[in-house]
């Protein structure tokens, strides 16, 4: 049965009846667990995706960073389509000539020892939660079940049951408990708070280098070498969430590591897929990871030869290093524009790389009114994509490839945008 006609069809319908079709499929058979714009997207190259209607649009949010690499990478879409035609799943029952070498490379970038190969964010961070307590209570010592995480309020980590559990977003724990136990939240970029919140049962710090769903909150100098000491000296394991933060989207690997610290264990996803698949990853040194026997975590599609053959892509992307240096040039560029808005529709700018957070001047609209703004764009044929968050903010992280151009266009866009 055919729902709907090709996206790409229909062109005597009138503007506007096919998103309208979409959406109406999606109200009516979709959970109601997100409320996109009003974009239907049905192609992508590069830093521009076209809708269902014609509209082209530059894509300033780069799915969360899932598309650091833009649109169809050439490189990437080419390693699926070569693995496409070999063999896509085995099931870790067994092993695949792509699994070996996708670990063994993704270590190497990461500088750590071993890799568990997971499929999302959200499974990355419950994998390192869960070998976070395994290697307190193996190692540390802790007695049994009462392993206990530092983590940080206005956090994000996914949303799981574990995950909300210590979630401070009242809209991602209505509901939903009762909550996991083990958890202790204290303020970001506090340094003295988080201290004090060590005991001899905390096994980790949990911690984004920058909170990206908060708003893209940059925490104070020193901060993360702070967290480093804390947990160098309470024998616990300082666990970096960087599956929005890492692989390129600050202009480096790894945004702790350009801060000048090395965690015990980081947690990758998003950008490791490519915008194709979904690859996560927790990497640590053996002492750590060493501590899963087999039977004890698993995951029927992690480690698949199809995701480990679009994540070789991805490692040797960031491995040959001009797209870290390219990201790093467009990021002043970007940020230099974002600083000529405060008092012009902006209260605030913050970022670092290429990735930002736009506070709106409440007097001007709410950050989703300056989105579908942004969205309609100043003429018919052209807009931008951005996504609002905690109300006032607009965050901006555009695929690691577009060009000044394009960065230089988006900014003009915003600022008629909040005028």
């Known amino acids: 049965m055919t729902v709907l006609a090709d996206s790409q069809a229909g062109g005597a319908q009138a503007a506007g009846a096919r998103t309208a079709a979409h959406a109406r499929l999606m109200a009516e058979h979709s959970a109601h667990n997100y409320h996109p714009l009003p974009v239907v997207i049905a192609g992508g190259q590069g830093a521009w995706v ?39 799943l085995t099931s870790r ?9 996708f670990c063994t490379e993704l270590a190497a970038l990461v500088g750590k020892q071993m890799v568990l190969p997971m499929n999302t964010g959200a499974e990355a961070v419950e994998s390192g939660l869960k070998v976070a307590r395994k290697w307190g209570y193996d190692v540390k010592g802790v007695p049994a079940d009462r392993a206990r995480v530092v983590v940080a309020a206005e956090a994000f980590h996914g949303r799981t049951i574990s995950v909300v559990s210590f979630s401070t977003d009242p809209e991602a724990r209505g509901g ?28 980790a710090v949990l911690l ?29 394991l300082y666990v970096s969430d960087e599956v929005q933060a890492g692989l390129g989207r600050t202009g480096h690997v790894l945004a702790t590591r350009a801060a000048g610290v090395d965690a015990d264990v980081y947690l990758l996803g998003k950008a490791l897929g490519g915008g194709i698949m979904p690859v996560s ?18 995951s029927t599609f992690g480690g698949n030869p199809l995701a480990c053959a679009v994540g070789r892509a991805v490692v040797e992307l960031l491995e040959e290093g001009s797209l870290l240096e390219h990201t790093r040039a467009m990021g002043e560029i970007l940020h230099e524009g974002l600083r000529e808005l405060v008092g012009h529709g902006a209260t605030a700018v913050r970022g670092t790389g290429l990735w930002a957070g736009v506070d709106v001047d409440p007097a001007i609209g709410t950050g989703r009114e300056i989105c579908e703004r942004l969205a309609r764009g100043v003429d018919a044929a052209v807009g931008v994509l951005a996504k609002d968050t905690h109300g006032p903010t607009v965050r901006l992280s555009p695929p690691l490839v577009i060009t000044e151009a394009e960065i230089r266009a988006g900014l003009a866009a915003l600022r008629t945008a909040l005028r």
């Open 50 to 88: 076209t809708d269902v209607e014609g509209r082209r649009y530059l894509d300033f949010l780069a799915g969360y960073s899932a598309l650091n690499f833009g649109h169809r990478h050439p490189a990437l879409t080419a390693a699926a389509h070569r693995q496409l035609d070999r063999v896509t």
């Open 93 to 101: 029952a067994f092993g695949n000539d792509q699994l070996g070498p």
């Open 176 to 203: 939903f408990g009762p909550f996991t136990p083990g958890f202790d939240v204290v303020p970001y970029g506090d340094a003295p708070a988080l201290r004090a919140a060590i005991t001899p049962e905390t096994v």
């Open 208 to 236: 984004e280098p920058i909170q990206g769903e908060a708003g893209v909150i940059v925490p104070p100098a020193g901060y993360l070498a702070e967290v480093r000491e804390i947990c160098t000296a309470s024998n616990a």
């Open 281 to 298: 990853a927790v990497v640590a040194d053996a002492d750590v990871l060493g501590v899963l026997k087999p039977g004890q975590h698993g």
